[in-house]
């Protein structure tokens, strides 16, 4: 089963407004990131926040991760066309040195001029 | 350039044959997985493997056979046991328990 749910599954704005995306999941994590995927490509890796983080920033995105309510959110602001993709949570769970990661259903962002 | 390489883009297979995904990267990356996702769904570990010769199974093996021979190569082998294999194949590999970095995948369809 899914670890981490995503809502809403799709999302529709105009350039330059914010985006913010939610991620739901059900047991305890060592991290969870996010990651990026244009249609019919690979993932990209967008941003980490370990278990102990409440927030982190990386350009122009925000990740706040709350443990007690096992829920991270994704916050892309002055968005641009470019930023149009599907966009998933995927909790890290360690084992040696690997990051067993269970991915969440995805938000598909649409960006439109 | 450093990366991971995934082959071919596009694969078909006929009923009941077993076809094998390649999955080679250069970042000296001791883990590597291997995830299907289905259209409009996330991803899923099929297998990962944290060191050379060995690999754990992930949350829906069965069907899937992979080998970790050299540092570098991650193959899979889908079997005709896998009664729905048609799915968008993503390899990954990561430098340690962090992010992953993924190859472009390879889209398998049953003919």
């Known amino acids: 089963s899914q670890q981490g749910e995503e809502d809403p599954q799709a999302l529709s704005i105009q350039e330059g407004e914010n985006a913010t995306m939610n991620c739901s999941y059900k047991?305890?994590?060592?991290?969870l990131q996010w990651y990026r995927q244009n249609s019919g490509r690979g993932l990209v890796h967008l941003i980490l926040i370990r278990s102990n983080e409440r927030e982190k920033h990386s350009g122009r995105l925000r990740v706040t991760l709350d443990t007690s309510k096992k829920s991270s959110s994704l916050l892309i602001t002055a968005s641009r066309a470019a930023d149009t993709a599907s966009y998933f949570c995927a909790t890290g769970i360690n084992t040696g040195t690997a990051s067993k990661l269970t991915f969440g259903t995805g938000t598909r962002l649409q960006v439109t001029l | 350039d450093g990366g991971i390489t995934q082959s071919p883009k596009y694969l078909f297979r006929k009923e009941g044959q077993n076809v094998t995904l390649s999955c080679e990267q250069n970042l000296n990356h001791d883990a590597m997985y291997w995830y299907r996702q289905d259209p409009g769904q996330g991803l899923r570990l099929i297998y990962y493997?944290?060191?050379?010769?060995?690999?754990q199974k992930g949350d829906i093996a069965e069907g899937y056979s992979v080998s970790r021979e050299k540092k570098e190569s991650f193959p899979l082998t889908v079997t005709s046991a896998q009664k729905n294999p048609t799915a968008f194949y993503l390899c990954a590999s990561s430098p340690g328990p962090i992010e992953a970095f993924f190859g472009q995948g390879t889209r398998l369809t049953v003919v």
């Open positions: 047991t305890s994590i060592n991290n």
């Open positions: 493997s944290q060191i050379v010769n060995d690999f």
